[in-house]
């Protein structure tokens, strides 16, 4: 993403598990790290989707250090596709070795957004978790995890009003029994083609907020 980046090598459960960390701009101390899940491996989905940049080049404007990772099967990560079971566990790993303690917070694009919905579960009752952001979340290919109710005022949810891969209403069947706030962009669709500043932005308010 920038001069900065750092590649990593990790270890996940199904073996080596590559990524990308970007420290805060302006060589700030840092607010804490922000792990990033991308889109669906079988759909061409790795961390250097655009959307997944978006995000971490939001964490990174606001003091967080951003990791980004391959999921199984993809580039440099070893492994193959589990439909999300290993997929949440090597998100854990990853969480593990770029952030075992200090503040955390977790994002996600599409299917990386299941899966960290998944993580943010299994995480909030140990972790110092500050900060959630579901962008595109696939609700109506999976089952995406409920969240917390103590993490709703914490978690930004947003979904393109024209989404036609996860239609916006699946995504409000999700969020509605939970009373979860979603923002929603005009005229948006899945990959926010024209409006990734404007997701930057919205980002960055959350984060700042």
Known sequence: MNAQTEKLLLQGAAGAVEALRDPPADGRASVGVAVIAHPHPLFGGTMDNKVVQTLARAFVACGWTAVRFNFRGVGASEGVHDEGRGEAQDFLRVVEQVAPQGPLAI???????????????????????RQAVLVGTAASRFSVAALPP??????????GEQDDTVPLSAVMDWARPQSLPVTVIPG?????????????????????A
């Open 188 to 208: 948006g669709g899945h990959f926010f083609h024209g409006q990734l500043p404007l997701l930057k932005t919205l980002v960055a308010r959350h984060l700042r």
């Open 150 to 159: 103590e993490a709703h005022e914490r978690t930004l949810v947003v979904h």
């Open 107 to 129: 994002a996600g694009f599409s299917f990386g957004a299941f899966v960290a919905s998944q993580a943010l579960q299994a995480l909030w009752a140990d972790r110092d978790i």
